[in-house]
């Protein structure tokens, strides 16, 4: 195709060149893409999981904290030992609910009073991938002052 130019009375023509992008253009940046996908793609993944677990981590961490005041609201003493091995084996009973994989490992129950007041101890968390925290519950309210990751 071609396109008439006039200045003055000089006529002359030039090509037009057609608009877009050629074929080449598209499979270059579709390979691009492409590539750029497979390298950020199991990345994303891997932080997505690595967030959910420390989500998950601090919620278990948050619900043994709050132990005392779930005493003190109810009247009644918790005594908290090892969790059940096993999703079927989880019972109502048990005073946290821990996410899918988690363990709680108690070698001594800690005990909250009715009135609040906990007398500490130390608590074993076992993640799904099985790393393990030591966590130390410090008196008289039970914070989680001490954590030693294994």
Known sequence: M?????YSNVVWRQPVRAKGFTLIE?????????????VVLPGMER??????????RDAIIGRLEELGYEA????????????????????????IKLPEGWRL????????AFNGICGGGEVV???????????????PLCKVEDRVAN
């Open 26 to 38: 598209l499979l270059v940046v579709l390979f691009l893409v492409g590539l750029l996908t497979s």
């Open 105 to 112: 490992s108690v070698a001594k129950p800690v005990v909250y």
């Open 2 to 6: 071609w396109a008439i130019y006039r």
């Open 72 to 95: 003190f609201l109810t009247g009644r003493a918790i005594a908290l030992t090892s969790s059940p091995i096993g999703v079927s084996a989880v019972n109502a009973n048990y005073p």
């Open 47 to 56: 932080m997505a999981r690595s967030s959910q677990h420390k989500t998950e």
């Open 125 to 139: 968390l076992l993640a799904p991938d099985q790393t393990q925290e030591n966590l130390v519950l410090k008196p």
